[in-house]
């Protein structure tokens, strides 16, 4: 049965044909919130993540006095079924739309490769035999491990050897040129971005009563994974950007549906690089403003605090996979004490505190030559 992708309804009206050069799509009308949709289009969604939000609008709207009723409604013996009783399962559990979405893609990638999710040891036999990179594997068995925990399926999860990549740091002149090139909205989004740091899902929740004009601030009053809530000074460019977009989201500044801001985007940044033959701008991502953010305010100011603050993170151990060290000409002479006799003597020959080396259990401290 058809659902609308929108809220997730199945009062769906048929609307005519779509004439097109593959042939005829049939068109659906939603008498619940009046969304149209073409069946390819219905098709495409149910692969993405972004149908996920869909299920969980619709899961929103069941009676929770019964555990017998779920997500699932009755197809709670398919995989789909279980997948969607999972997403409610999460959801109940108050975990981030961000993690909920991305663990149903995992999931729904297993199935789609032919996978059990009621055996584990088909899903291992997928995990050894289907090439797909590392990081992949590492993120599938975490969302498989979750979903066997949920439903109580006993299962050693796989060891997947994975080291997470350095990440790409863009020149602040590529950042700029393509920010110039994006349309006026998702320019002012990476400008926000590059600005402050924050994780996008931070951003698209970004209010016109956060913005504070005479301060030259905005508040992120919606941080995400547990971070706090912080005020952070940006650019008279930012602000100039913002006012000049149209009030179109009611109380928000961008449009809250990711998808929004990353088509445009992705489709900018390719005929870029092409134009410019710089492959260099296909690394850029979103998250990847935040990285460049976090290293550009520690090669500012040379506190692993002040970054955490920029950030939001509550314990330092995160901000420091946001460190990577400083990106200027400038040399150093680096030292770990091991004694707080050693850390006394460096203080007062005048070196400054860096970071705690959470592997070595010591703290780092730097001296410019």
């Avoid at 996920?52 to 009755?74: M, P, S």
């Avoid at 909920?100 to 999710?117: K, P, Q």
């Avoid at 134009?275 to 850029?284: A, G, M």
């Avoid at 939001?312 to 030292?335: A, L, M, P, W």
Wanted: contains cysteine.
């Amino acid at each position: 049965m058809v659902a609308c992708p929108e809220c997730g309804s199945d009062r769906i009206y048929r609307d005519g044909l779509r004439y097109m050069n593959e042939g005829q799509i049939q068109r659906f009308l939603c008498r619940n919130c009046g969304y149209r949709f073409s069946e390819k289009s219905y098709k495409e969604c149910q692969t993405n993540s972004h149908s996920q939000i869909c299920v969980l609008k619709k899961a929103k709207n069941l009676d929770t006095t019964t555990e017998t009723k779920t997500a699932a409604g009755d197809l709670n013996q398919t995989q789909q079924g279980l997948i969607l009783e999972f997403q409610w399962k999460m959801k109940k559990r108050q975990l981030a739309d961000i993690t909920i979405e991305s663990r149903t893609y995992l999931l729904n990638n297993l199935v789609r490769l032919g996978a059990n999710l009621n055996n584990p040891d088909s899903v291992e036999t997928i995990l050894a035999t289907e090439k797909m990179p590392t990081s992949q594997k590492f993120n599938t068995v975490k969302a498989y491990k979750a979903f066997t925990k949920a439903f109580k399926l006993k299962w050693e999860p796989v060891k997947i050897r994975y080291e997470a990549k350095e990440p790409f740091y863009p020149l602040e002149e590529e950042i700029d040129l393509l920010i110039n090139a994006c349309s006026k909205t998702t320019a002012t989004f990476l400008q926000v971005a590059k600005d402050t740091g924050a994780r996008i899902s931070e951003i698209r929740k970004i209010q016109w009563t956060d913005i504070n004009e005479k301060n030259n601030t905005i508040a992120i009053n919606r941080p995400a994974k547990g971070s706090r809530s912080r005020t952070v000074k940006v650019s008279e460019k930012t602000l100039f950007m913002i006012k000049r977009l149209r009030k179109n989201h009611g109380e928000y500044i961008f449009n809250p549906s990711f998808v929004s801001a990353r088509k445009p985007f992705n489709m900018t940044r390719k005929r870029l690089a092409e134009r410019t033959r710089n492959p260099r701008l296909l690394q850029i991502h979103f998250h990847t403003l935040r990285h460049w953010r976090a290293s550009m305010e520690y090669e500012k100011t040379g506190d692993i605090y002040a970054v955490k603050d920029l950030l939001g993170h509550k314990c330092i151990s995160n901000t420091d996979r946001y460190q990577h060290g400083s990106f200027s000409n400038e040399e150093y002479v680096t030292k770990r004490p091991q004694t707080s006799q050693e850390e006394d003597a460096l203080i007062n020959a005048g070196f400054q505190f860096v970071r705690f080396d959470s592997k070595e259990n010591v703290p780092i401290y730097r001296k410019r030559k």
